[in-house]
Every structure is written in structure tokens, then in C-alpha cells.
């Protein structure tokens, strides 16, 4: 998993509430394991017609918003059925970070295990946050997870609370698998240790 430590980036501002997970990736592209390939179908019902032309309304179809790295969203984001292919979408479409009032519990911890940093901050925060998104690609933010910072495109500051494992393994690139290969000595030391005390197991 990639490092996340201090991130500038455009910031799309996506207001709507309640974001579940089937807006964020439709069940009928729920077709693979794989971490890669559904950023195409990312927001898939409200990015695109049904003939397959985008709709030009979308924010991530704005000439402005194409290579945002950041969102800022609304309240109760990631709700739905508990599919870790909607992190995988947005992963693979490029953002690294959302910003919110809220999440569901189970996206919410998706998305460090998939190297996304999500930011909970008031609603007043928000705000101030939204509309310095809405000044388009001129604008970009920063989200400096060592810092626990978020400062705007006009130099405001906020600062956010995260848990230290949580970003100790968003700092250091470390999803599950990551997490148990640390403990790769340990794990063989075991083992031998086994095979020598119990050689019929």
C-alpha cells in the first residue's frame, strides 16, 4: 500500500448526504477481487447516461475536477452495504482523501486499509472547506496527515483528530497483509519452534 504522508491536491466538493456505497460503486460492477479496475465505474449512476456519455452536471466531469485528489462531502458518507469495493473505486479513480461530517463505520475503516486518509471535521468546518473547493483547480488544499492539518487554498488551518495506529499504518504504507509482515521473524521463529516441539503436528 502507497505511503500516505502530505498531500496537495485539488479538492472537488460533492455536498450531497448520505453517500452509500452503492452510489459509490453500483453492485453490478461488483464482479472481481481485485483492487484495480473500478475507477471507471467510480459514481458510475451520477457520472454517466445511460448510453454511456458523461453527464456534464457531475463534479468529477468538470474540466476542473478531473484530477482531484481530494473530497469534501457530505454528512454520512460511505453508508450502505458494507462492500470494500466502493475504497477500491475510489482509490483507483485517484482520490486519496475525504473530508466529511461523518462516515459509516465500516467504510470509515476501508478506507485506511486502502490507503485513503478520511477526515472528520464539524459541520461548520465543512463549510468553509466546500466552498474553498468550489473555487475549482486554481485552488488546492493540503492534507498533511503528520501535522493532522488541512489547511485551504487562502492558508486556514484545521487541524483534525485521527487514531495513532490507524495513522501510524496510513504513514508507513501498511494495509493487513503489510501489518503481518512485520511480524515475519516472529511468525518463523514460531514455527520452527513447533516443528521442534511438536515434529507431528
Known amino acids: 500500500m502507497e505511503k500516505f504522508q502530505k498531500l496537495t491536491g485539488i479538492a472537488a466538493p460533492m455536498p450531497l448526504v448520505n453517500i452509500d456505497t452503492d452510489m459509490i460503486i453500483p453492485k ?11 475507477g471507471k465505474n467510480l459514481f458510475d449512476e451520477m457520472r454517466f447516461n445511460r448510453d454511456g456519455t458523461e453527464i456534464e452536471d457531475f463534479v468529477l466531469n468538470k474540466t476542473q475536477y478531473r484530477e482531484a485528489e481530494i473530497l469534501v462531502a457530505g454528512d454520512n458518507f460511505g453508508c450502505g452495504s458494507s462492500r470494500e469495493h466502493a475504497p477500491w473505486a475510489i482509490a ?18 476501508n ?3 486502502n490507503g485513503i486518509l478520511p477526515i472528520i471535521f464539524p459541520q461548520e468546518v465543512v463549510d468553509v472547506l466546500m466552498k474553498d473547493a468550489e473555487k475549482g483547480s486554481n485552488a488546492r488544499m493540503i492534507v498533511d ?14 487541524n483534525f483528530e485521527v487514531d495513532a495506529f490507524k495513522k501510524h499504518c496510513l504513514l508507513e504504507g501498511l ?7 512485520e511480524k515475519v521473524s516472529s511468525i518463523e521463529g514460531f514455527e520452527e ?9
Open 28 to 38: 453490478v460492477f461488483l464482479k472481481s477481487i481485485k483492487r484495480t479496475g473500478f
Open 193 to 201: 519452534k513447533i516443528a521442534q516441539d511438536r515434529p507431528w503436528v
Open 111 to 113: 478506507c485506511f486499509k
Open 175 to 181: 494495509d493487513d497483509i503489510g501489518l503481518s509482515l
Open 92 to 109: 483507483d479513480f485517484g482520490i486519496k482523501s475525504i473530508i466529511s461530517t461523518s462516515f459509516a463505520d465500516i467504510f470509515y475503516n
Open 145 to 158: 496527515l503528520e501535522s493532522q492539518t488541512v489547511t485551504t487554498s487562502d492558508g486556514e488551518v484545521f
